[in-house]
């Protein structure tokens, strides 16, 4: 069972619900092939290939990061590469923004890009306050409960149908697929004996969360900078 459990963790590796939800934003634009890449490249490759150095030079114990102390490192090296990702976006946005004002759906479409870029930067953000505080909180919990109560919120403070079609979202079958998925990446966690019941209830809590903080500091600050 553990080798299960395993493989239900490596598929649902955190930063890939950001590479996804990138993704699905870009889908149908020019940017999409770009963004793709970038995002793989700065959400995961490159963050991993530091981990995988630091441990080759016995900085770190394993690519596990059992060490709180080396996961804080490491969120650290992931936001300096997510604010990179961001400021793309952020360019793509300004350039595109003109030419497409008079296009309701791009421009949702866009907004919702730049509000999801911003999502990384502060669920990684949060992961490094609880590593200050040395409490090991569960990020695979976080990540995907974070990614799914986005796409929810967005289909309804976005345009309909701008990402994911609302006949999608008013399927029970995506939000019970979903809840599934969550329970079953919540018990092989435990089971490896990587959180406590504690660090995984953690975990969703705060993926609600950042999703509403995000929001509110995007409507403040963060549409002014493109206006």
Known sequence: MNLLYKAISYLTYPALWGTVGIGLYSYNTEHFTQNLILSALLHSLIPLLFVLIMVKLKKFDSIELPNVKHRSWVVLFSLGCAFVFQQVVAQQFISSASQEAANVKVLERNHGLMVF???????????????????????????????????????????????????????????????????????????????????????????????????????????????
Request: aromatic share 16%; no cysteine; proline share 2%.
């Open 117 to 227: 870029s911003q999502l990384i930067l502060v669920s990684l953000l949060t992961q490094w306050l609880f590593n200050r505080k040395e409490y090991k909180i569960s990020i695979h919990i976080l990540s995907f409960t974070g990614f799914v109560t986005h796409f929810l919120v967005s289909s309804l403070v976005f345009a309909q149908d701008a990402v994911i079609p609302q006949d999608w979202i008013n399927n029970p079958i995506l939000w019970i697929g979903s809840v599934g998925l969550l329970v079953l990446v919540g018990i092989s966690r435990y089971k490896l004996k990587s959180h406590k019941l504690d660090e995984l209830l953690t975990g969703f809590l705060m993926g609600i969360s950042i999703v509403f903080i995000n929001l509110y500091a995007y409507h403040e600050w963060g549409w002014k900078m493109f206006q």
